[in-house]
């Protein structure tokens, strides 16, 4: 069973950035699309972002399409979400997500394993 581990998260000025960092243990982290969602206090979980196996193809909400960037890096097991332009309306939980299943489009949006989330708050 695969686990994941974000970090980086913090407190930010409105207009700041964030870097965001996830890690998946085990070896089977490169064929999977993997995604970032959030939850803010009161609300549902919202999709953030994702990307492929092979970091080909992204999909972003539109929400933050232009100021976020999800990557990742297949040989670190680590997926990443650069955070640019924050407002306080990004504050939340942030969590990332491995998909269901090898080699899918990740525009799918079906995720199984989820991390434990990491706190970003942004201040006006």
């Known amino acids: 069973q695969v686990q994941l581990v974000e970090s980086g998260g913090g407190l930010v000025q409105a207009g700041g950035s964030l870097r965001l960092s996830c890690v998946a243990s085990g070896r089977t982290f490169s064929l999977y699309a993997m995604g970032w969602f959030r939850q803010a206090p009161g609300k549902e979980r919202e999709f953030v972002a994702a990307?492929?196996?092979?970091?080909?193809?992204?999909d972003y909400a539109d929400s933050v399409k232009g100021r976020f960037t999800i990557s990742r890096d297949n040989a670190k097991n680590t997926v990443y979400l650069q955070m640019n332009s924050l407002i306080p309306e990004d504050t939340a939980v942030y969590y990332c997500?491995?998909?269901?299943?090898?080699?899918?489009?990740?525009?799918?949006?079906?995720?199984?394993?989820w991390g434990q989330g990491t706190q970003v708050t942004v201040s006006s």
């Open positions: 990307i492929s196996w092979n970091g080909g193809v992204t």
């Open positions: 997500a491995r998909d269901r299943s090898a080699f899918r489009d990740p525009r799918i949006r079906d995720f199984d394993f």
